[in-house]
């Protein structure tokens, strides 16, 4: 499937980066026959983690945040590794002296150098797949989700990456992380060109831009959604974060896209919009409250969906969609304009826009027959959880039907939000219940209580439950006809991770469940309507 490359072939893709030692045919036969059969022997394998390494496979020994591979270079070569790229001049030292008989290579950026590495392996599927990256802190997973749909009903094959799962023309696999390591990501992409893809849409973190997981794919469109405070653990002010997403826009790291797709009802794509410019993209907008080239207006809202009228450079028409609230008019409105750049069609995306259905875990409704609506939700910041009850209210006609939210906040993640996001819960819910989400190392006893001032600041009504099975259950027992009952943080997540085990827990499940034992009588089997 791969072209054969021999050590010295592969290992030429990051020349630029590396402090070579040399391995010339002469320098090679200066120590020893082996040393030369090694560089000159085909590269069977590329792999960043040692447990994956077999025989005949090069390691890519690199730092990282919460590990070093480059302590598990000894693994590797018991494994059978080839040779070693190392980011470690220390590492790079001790190969030469204890192990002269393998091909090494010493380079400046492990991350880098694997990209590169990547690229070339698997026979550079980043010139056969013209790709589309969202970024931003709220709606990636929807609008590449979206985006990868469009595409499809256009008559395009493509590859999806992101959060809830990959999409390999048509296969759907799990996914491990919002944005893959290069290398993994490669492989994906070089198997959906492989099977025809042309497109690939995908989630771009900011932790990903961060640490260069993303090099060497170019991207034709780049989205930007929105920026709201998270992931502080990791890159400590809003500075840091703003400055990680820039990274796609802004040509310092990666190529600068040919267009570049901003919500211009975010205060930083303001920013974005000059950067962009200044590097040579097109600078596309889009919004339902700023002015802008992709403008939803007339929005009305229901339960099931939303319809609006939109204007476009690219044409005018009235948009009926089974997405529903206002952040998926502009997450639709993101996904046309992408795919749009892309050259589709307006009047054909415009013929699918009915087609495209809700994301799992994104206000995802539950309907076991009961007279109240109950949707799971991914919002996991103050922000998300803002929007996400601001939509409920609209749901619920005045005096008749109240907001009940349950939320929990990450263990081992940023605590600055924990009291902002009680505070958003509190404001815009008339009863809150406040439980565990992942609290990994943490006690989640703790979580709760660090959570707590800023849901009594409100003064809304509020219990504390840790165990969220049970919370759900004290969620949905306290609805009553006319409600809306959010289920916020884990969305399409089927795990909760704990502090000493990791257990299956899908929070529609759980609340089908609950609502099934609290007597009511699902249609079907269907656990929701995104099924």
């Known amino acids: 499937m791969y072209p054969s490359l021999s050590w010295n072939e592969l290992t030429q893709n990051v020349t630029a980066l590396a402090r070579r030692d040399g391995w010339s045919e002469s320098a090679a036969r200066a120590v020893g026959a082996n040393m030369a059969r090694a560089a000159d022997l085909a590269a069977l394998g590329l792999e960043y983690d040692s447990r994956r390494i077999e025989a005949g496979s090069v390691f890519v020994a690199m730092r990282g945040g919460t590990t070093d591979g480059n302590r598990y270079i000894d693994t590797a070569l018991r494994e059978g590794a080839l040779g070693i790229v190392t980011d470690s001049p220390e590492a790079y030292t001790r190969l030469r002296n204890d192990h002269s008989g393998v091909p090494s290579l010493l380079v400046v950026d492990g991350r880098t150098a694997l990209a590169q590495l990547s690229a070339a392996f698997f026979d550079h599927p980043e010139r056969k797949l013209h790709a589309i990256g969202v970024t931003g802190t709220n709606g990636k997973t929807t609008t590449a989700f979206l985006i990868e749909s469009l595409l499809n009903l256009s008559g395009r094959s493509s590859v999806l990456v992101g959060t809830i799962e990959n999409h390999i023309a048509g296969e759907v696999r799990p996914s491990i992380h919002t944005t893959p390591e290069s290398r993994d990501l490669f492989e994906l992409m070089a198997e959906g060109a492989a099977r025809g893809a042309t497109e690939l849409s995908m989630e771009v973190s900011?932790?990903?831009?961060?640490?260069?997981?993303?090099?060497?794919?170019?991207?034709?469109?780049?989205?930007?959604?929105?920026?709201?405070?998270?992931?502080?653990?990791?890159?400590?002010?809003?500075?840091?974060?703003?400055?990680?997403?820039?990274?796609?826009?802004?040509?310092?790291?990666?190529?600068?896209?040919?267009?570049?797709?901003?919500?211009?009802?975010?205060?930083?794509?303001?920013?974005?919009?000059?950067?962009?410019?200044?590097?040579?993209?097109?600078?596309?907008?889009?919004?339902?409250?700023?002015?802008?080239?992709?403008?939803?207006?007339?929005?009305?809202?229901?339960?099931?969906?939303?319809?609006?009228?939109?204007?476009?450079?690219?044409?005018?028409?009235?948009?009926?969609?089974?997405?529903?609230?206002?952040?998926?008019?502009?997450?639709?409105?993101?996904?046309?304009?992408?795919?749009?750049?892309?050259?589709?069609?307006?009047?054909?995306?415009?013929?699918?826009?009915?087609?495209?259905?809700?994301?799992?875990?994104?206000?995802?409704?539950?309907?076991?027959?009961?007279?109240?609506?109950?949707?799971?939700?991914?919002?996991?910041t103050d922000d998300a959880l803002r929007n996400l009850t601001s939509l409920a209210r609209k749901l619920v006609p005045t005096g008749q039907g109240r907001i009940v939210t349950l939320f929990g906040c990450g263990g081992d993640r940023d605590r600055t939000k924990r009291p902002k996001m009680g505070q958003a819960a509190g404001e815009g819910s008339d009863f809150v219940v406040v439980t565990s989400d992942n609290p990994r190392s943490e006690d989640p006893e703790a979580i709760l209580t660090e959570i707590l001032p800023g849901v009594q600041a409100t003064g809304v009504p509020h219990v504390l439950e840790a165990d969220r099975a049970k919370a759900i259950s004290l969620a949905l027992a306290e609805a009553r006809p006319g409600d809306v009952v959010l289920i916020a943080g884990k969305g399409h997540e089927k795990m909760q991770i704990l502090r000493d085990k990791t257990i299956h827990f899908d929070d529609a499940e759980v609340a089908f469940s609950t609502l099934c034992t609290l007597g009511y009588a699902p249609a079907s089997n269907a656990i929701n309507s995104n099924s």
């Open 206 to 380: 900011s932790h990903a831009l961060h640490q260069g997981r993303v090099a060497e794919v170019p991207f034709d469109v780049a989205v930007f959604t929105n920026l709201t405070r998270d992931h502080l653990d990791y890159h400590r002010t809003m500075e840091e974060y703003f400055a990680a997403k820039r990274l796609l826009f802004d040509g310092s790291r990666y190529p600068a896209p040919r267009f570049a797709v901003l919500n211009a009802d975010d205060p930083y794509s303001a920013q974005l919009a000059q950067i962009a410019a200044a590097v040579g993209s097109n600078v596309v907008t889009y919004a339902v409250n700023a002015t802008a080239d992709w403008q939803a207006s007339k929005i009305e809202l229901t339960p099931s969906g939303a319809e609006f009228q939109l204007t476009s450079p690219a044409g005018s028409a009235h948009i009926n969609s089974a997405l529903a609230g206002e952040v998926n008019v502009l997450n639709v409105l993101a996904a046309l304009a992408a795919v749009n750049a892309r050259g589709a069609d307006f009047a054909t995306l415009i013929a699918t826009v009915p087609q495209l259905r809700p994301v799992p875990g994104r206000f995802q409704p539950i309907d076991a027959g009961q007279p109240f609506t109950v949707i799971v939700d991914y919002a996991h």
